[in-house]
């Protein structure tokens, strides 16, 4: 038998948790050392899985550890030098999204990753879901036709998460809602549409409760009055254009006056359209309205996008989530940021 992959993680917040999960779930694979600079944070999750060996220290980690891969889930602004140095050093890496705080060193990424021929993939779990590649499928094998319009919402009525810590701080972030949650939705509903190149692009956003507060709205209100602790968007909301009559319409925001959280992707095409959540599909049989809703086994998503991360390793395959697809929502980002109004 082939010896054991041997994998590293870097930062130890929620998707850490997650992704810890995932490997230790597939055979073969060795977690073999974790890294996160709050030692408090480190034990807990180096406890529960049993993970031998721990840094403070990414580089020493890196140094010390001969890794196949890496896992990179530390703040936003940190994902471009962790994934490089790792992938300097051997490793293939699992980088969380956004791919990067900047497009600049997204592509720096993608450098590194071709030089070092390393895989560099991104962490957009929900391509993985039961619904996503159901959706997916039809459309590969043409049940939509051809896809003309795409709405992709992720919208949160008290939602602003880690007030006055990194995810607010536009250095350490990149952004706010947007890059955040909005960024999810804007990868499915382009891997959907097959990643068209945006024409045109307009856009608003800004902060409506970060730094005003409204109470229940903002939640840690305390903390955003702290000077430079909030200075991101709260929600954001772009229209974009591919030629040929299509487009899509992105909104995303961490705290509004709505009923309810929502996450979503509506689908309009020409012979067929679709909804992620619940997955439906709808067109016409015979001159007859039909919706279909599938029955889809719930599968938690990071499950299956650990194994995809493995296989692409052990059979030296593309990624369902790469780089260069990273790299075009980070810039698609950063224009929604340049030309709002
Ligand atoms: N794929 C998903 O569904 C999903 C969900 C949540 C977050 N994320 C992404 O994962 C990343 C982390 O988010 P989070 O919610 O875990 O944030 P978090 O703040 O809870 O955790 C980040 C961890 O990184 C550690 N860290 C910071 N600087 C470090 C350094 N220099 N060296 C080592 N460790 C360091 C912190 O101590 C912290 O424990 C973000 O990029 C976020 O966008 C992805």
Not at 20 to 32: C, N
Not at 312 to 337: D, F, H, M, Q, W
Request: glycine share 10%; hydrophobic share 40%.
């Amino acid at each position: 038998m082939s010896r054991k992959l041997r994998v590293g993680l870097i930062g130890a917040g929620w998707p850490s948790w997650q992704q810890m999960k995932g490997y230790q779930r597939i055979e073969g694979v060795e977690v073999a050392a974790l890294c996160d600079r709050d030692p408090k944070r480190l034990q807990a999750i180096a406890d529960e899985y049993n993970v031998p060996n721990r840094y403070t220290a990414y580089e020493e980690m890196l140094e010390k550890e001969r890794l196949d891969a890496v896992s990179v889930c530390s703040p936003n602004a940190l994902h471009a030098e962790m994934s490089m140095k790792a992938m300097k050093k051997g490793a293939h890496v699992l980088c969380e999204k956004p791919m990067a705080s900047s497009s600049k060193m997204a592509r720096e990424m993608v450098k590194v990753s071709k030089a070092t021929n390393r895989i560099l993939m991104i962490g957009y779990q929900r391509r993985h879901g039961n619904d996503a590649q159901y959706i997916k499928r039809q459309i590969s094998r043409g049940r939509l036709g051809d896809i003309y319009f795409v709405r992709a919402y992720w919208v949160r009525r008290c939602g602003i998460p880690g007030l006055g810590g990194w995810f607010t701080n536009k250095k350490l972030s990149g952004g706010g809602a947007l890059i955040d949650i909005g960024v999810h939705v804007l990868d499915l509903g382009l891997w959907f549409m097959g990643y068209p190149d945006v024409r045109e692009l307009t856009s608003s956003w800004g902060s409506k409760f970060g730094t005003k507060g409204l109470g229940a709205m903002a939640g840690n209100w305390r903390a955003a009055k702290k000077k430079g602790a909030f200075d991101v968007d709260d929600y954001a909301v772009a229209h974009m254009t591919f030629g040929k009559g299509r487009s899509l319409i992105l909104q995303a925001t961490w705290a509004t006056h709505i009923k309810q959280d929502e996450m979503n992707i509506e689908i309009w095409g020409e012979k067929g359209g679709a909804r992620l959540n619940p997955t439906e599909i709808f067109t016409t049989e015979d001159g007859v309205l039909e919706t279909i809703a599938p029955r889809l086994r719930d599968r938690w998503p990071f499950e299956p996008q650990m194994e995809h991360f493995v296989q692409c390793i052990r059979r030296n395959k593309k990624p369902l989530s790469p780089a260069e697809e990273g790299v075009k929502t980070v810039e698609i980002i950063e224009r929604i940021y340049a030309a709002a109004t």
